[in-house]
């Protein structure tokens, strides 16, 4: 998404671009899959911050080239110790009624929390978050200007001040989900990315493709024919030709030469530092140290029934959310009692399943290849997550199963060169964000830079959209000079 994004915003602005691509088709982890005349969504299901993708199609002048509805509720919450279902609606009155019985002053909590949330996303966003940083120390500067009174959500867990605003157990667990999509869990992930709980409930909240999400890649790379932009598919750069203190040309795995002016780098700006630049910082030994997202299993299951009882976005928890939250990241043990995420893409898109079929999306968190290497045992925790959904909604899926398709983070690793099969690339732990994260412009050569996930300012659709930008003006700077 970063590399296709700022692809565009050259292209708009006169550059001649080229995209060398390693996979069939583009996209990265925003990918699609079509399979025995089911369409599944590979990576991201839903998206926030549409205005990032507004201001995207405004600098490069063009309509948006894909179309979006937002989500209400955002999604459903399911325990396995309750009957009940939660849903999560923007609407605070709405989202309030459903805790009547265990928290009847959420509303006023949530409205406190929610003030405070806003007040690190405002306070953050703009110094932060869309900034490129020469240097650590303009880094340190920087973050000296954001209001002191923040400083304690630097020093304490998502979890911990979720825990301070709310008291019941199942209002501290969902509003504490959207640290999962950060690729870590509300236990080791800093209380400043508490500011996502605004975006989700207060500032966009979450939208959905029309179509699948793989539209927003289908409809860049449609502009990008426009721009006369070549993609060249299943070419990985193996290596490389410096002269002069810069990069002179990639070489490809047929031996092929890539020459350009200028080169951006959209695969993870630290393996590729590391597997093709051969830098010793980024050894795989050195890596192994750095702090990386969870894994994830998913399953893609496409099955000839329909589920009415199932909404679009759910997810599905158990009774030990803590140890589970605790252990997830490393104990391959806790993997028994999986916690799950389960979009049913064809709920509003007719078009990706058969008539009277479903398609499913599953998402389990699980350990990365560091702390569990094999997935010997893939089926039989496949097997269980079905067997657990199936006795949620009270339908046996088993035998309506006509296809399905499973990704361990052996196969990201190996189709997306993500290090140990780490879903979200490099953490955000206190020394790994802004200047602290791998830079996007090469500590070697002058005409390198790098866009995506494991750079600035981080995981998700939104930031690949604003690091393609922050990439984008990096190499304007640098053509001035040439």
């Not at 609606?89 to 989202?95: A, E």
């Not at 030709?241 to 002179?248: A, E, R």
């Amino acid at each position: 998404m970063g590399g296709l994004a700022t692809a565009l915003r050259l292209a708009k602005t006169g550059y001649e671009v080229q995209l060398i691509e390693k996979n069939q088709q583009a996209g990265g982890r925003l990918n699609q899959l079509k399979k025995d005349g089911f369409t599944f969504d590979t990576g991201p299901s839903f998206f926030s911050m549409s205005y990032e993708f507004k201001e995207f199609a405004t600098d490069c002048n063009i309509d948006l080239p894909f179309k979006y509805v937002e989500l209400d509720p955002l999604y459903s919450v399911n325990f396995s110790d309750s009957p009940k279902t939660f849903h999560l609606y923007k609407d605070l009155k709405k989202l309030s009624e459903q805790f009547k019985d265990i928290e009847p002053d959420f509303e006023q909590k949530m409205v406190k929390y929610l003030k405070k949330s806003g007040s690190l996303f405002h306070d953050t966003v703009d110094l932060v978050i869309k900034n490129n940083f020469d240097s650590v120390f303009s880094y340190l500067i920087t973050l000296m200007r954001v209001n002191p009174k923040h400083l304690d959500v630097l020093l304490i867990s998502f979890w911990k001040q979720v825990k301070r605003s709310f008291s019941s157990k199942e209002a501290q667990q969902i509003v504490s989900l959207v640290a999962f999509f950060l690729g870590r869990t509300p236990f080791d992930t800093m209380a400043v990315y508490t500011l996502l709980s605004y975006t989700e409930f207060k500032h966009d909240g979450y939208f959905n493709v029309e179509g699948g999400m793989y539209k927003i890649v289908e409809g860049i790379v449609d502009e990008l024919k426009k721009e006369n932009v070549k993609i060249t598919y299943d070419t990985e750069i193996v290596e490389f030709v410096n002269k002069n203190k810069k990069l002179d040309h990639f070489i490809d795995q047929k031996g092929e030469k890539w020459t350009a002016d200028i080169f951006l780098v959209n695969a993870d700006a630290a393996v590729f530092r590391g597997k093709v630049f051969k830098r010793e910082r980024f050894s795989t030994q050195k890596m192994d140290k750095m702090n990386w997202t969870m894994g994830y299993l998913t399953i893609y299951l496409g099955i000839k029934c329909k589920l009415p009882q199932v909404n679009h976005h759910n997810y599905y928890l158990g009774s030990n959310f803590e140890e589970y939250g605790t252990n997830v990241s490393q104990n391959p043990d806790s993997l028994q009692k999986p916690y799950y995420y389960v979009n049913v893409v064809s709920k509003h898109n007719n078009e990706c399943a058969p008539e009277g079929c479903e398609s499913l999306f599953f998402v389990c968190p699980v350990p990365n290849l560091l702390f569990k290497p094999s997935w010997e045992d893939k089926d039989q925790i496949v097997n269980s997550i079905i067997a657990d959904f199936s006795k949620r909604i009270d339908k046996d899926i088993s035998p309506e199963i006509i296809s399905k398709t499973v990704y361990t983070p052996l196969d990201w690793e190996s189709q997306i060169h993500l290090h140990r099969g780490s879903g979200l690339g490099l953490s955000h732990s206190m020394l790994q964000i802004g200047a602290f994260r791998p830079a996007n412009f090469d500590e070697k050569f002058k005409n390198v830079f790098y866009v995506g996930a494991s750079t600035i300012p981080g995981a998700g659709l939104p930031m690949a959209i604003i690091s393609s930008k922050l990439s984008y003006q990096r190499i304007v700077e640098y053509s001035k000079s040439i």
